[in-house]
């Protein structure tokens, strides 16, 4: 049989990207499944790992300081207080919990952007990669920033008890507050993104970035102090600096991704027009200075 061969027909797309509810349903179930299960898998990871230098990676800061400040106050080993039964086991749950939501935040990171990408236009699709790279790294680089800022916030706070007094902390309220120091900061770093992401879809723009640009850091030093578990004012600034920075790189992103988004509306302006639509013209009258001048010959 001679002429063309006979493609193979696709399925028709849904030019609207529509979906039932039960769909919609059926989907999230999905996400949720797989990011439980790679949430799981990473908390059996870190719940052997504590045992292995994460907890010692946890108590360093502690254990750190100078003997007068911690118990016991002698060249002995450094150690918490455990003040029940079960108080280990669930400090060693919690630990492990919160390094596998980190370690795992790749997946369910991912799976966030690909339950959302639906909604969204073919050229906002191609962000998800980088968007949960990016937010794993900057998640990331504000636990880094809290861990390395935790022993002179500490110092700070311990040796406000004065002399004569024996610090003896609880392994449940030190822990407890490194862990909240850690998801503060990691958490605190991710807002910055948030904005780029909904100047991308396009439902944050430059210009009113631009106009709330001291409210936006005005809120952040108030967030930076309410956050901070430490209340001192070198953790809050050392919270808030790095966010006002993000927050101007992130303006000056959307900047960017706005005056691109122009061009490309203007160079698309014309396209909906058929080959033998003439393309409207501009009637108003020009100024004549605007008029080019004659060519002399």
């Not at 030190?174 to 948030?194: D, H």
């Not at 809120?219 to 070198?234: E, G, R, S, Y």
């Amino acid at each position: 049989m001679s002429g063309p061969r006979l493609r193979r027909r696709r399925a028709p797309r849904d030019a609207e990207a529509t979906m039932s509810l039960v769909a919609h349903l059926t989907e999230l179930r999905n996400r949720i499944a797989k990011a439980l299960l790679a949430l799981l898998v990473a908390t059996a990871v870190a719940f052997w790992w504590y045992e292995h230098g994460l907890g010692d990676f946890i108590r360093a800061p502690y254990c750190g300081l100078d003997p007068d400040l911690r118990f016991p106050q002698d060249d002995g080993p450094c150690g918490l207080l455990i003040t029940d039964v079960f108080g280990g086991v669930f400090i060693r749950l919690k630990v492990a919990f919160l390094a596998g939501a980190v370690l795992s935040a790749p997946v369910w990171l991912y799976q966030l952007w690909a339950f959302i990408t639906p909604g969204l236009k073919r050229n906002e699709k191609r962000y998800g990669l980088t968007f949960v790279a990016v937010s794993t790294l900057l998640f990331a680089l504000g636990a880094l920033l809290a861990y390395i800022s935790l022993s002179a916030g500490l110092e700070l706070l311990l040796s406000l008890a004065g002399d004569g007094v024996v610090v003896a902390l609880t392994a449940q309220d030190y822990i407890g507050f490194v862990l909240a120091l850690l998801v503060a900061f990691g958490v605190s770093f991710e807002v910055p993104l948030i904005a780029i992401a909904l100047n991308l879809v396009g439902v944050l723009s430059y210009e009113v970035l631009r106009r709330s640009r001291r409210w936006i850091f005005f809120l952040t030093i108030v967030f930076a102090a309410f956050v901070t578990p430490t209340q001192d004012p070198f953790t809050m600034l050392l919270m808030a600096g790095p966010m006002i920075l993000l927050f101007e790189l992130a303006i000056q992103i959307a900047r960017v991704v706005d005056r691109r988004r122009a061009r490309r509306e203007a160079l698309e302006h014309f396209h909906d027009l058929d080959d033998d639509e003439a393309s409207p013209l501009d009637a108003r009258p020009s100024s004549l200075d605007d008029a080019p001048s004659p060519t002399p010959r």
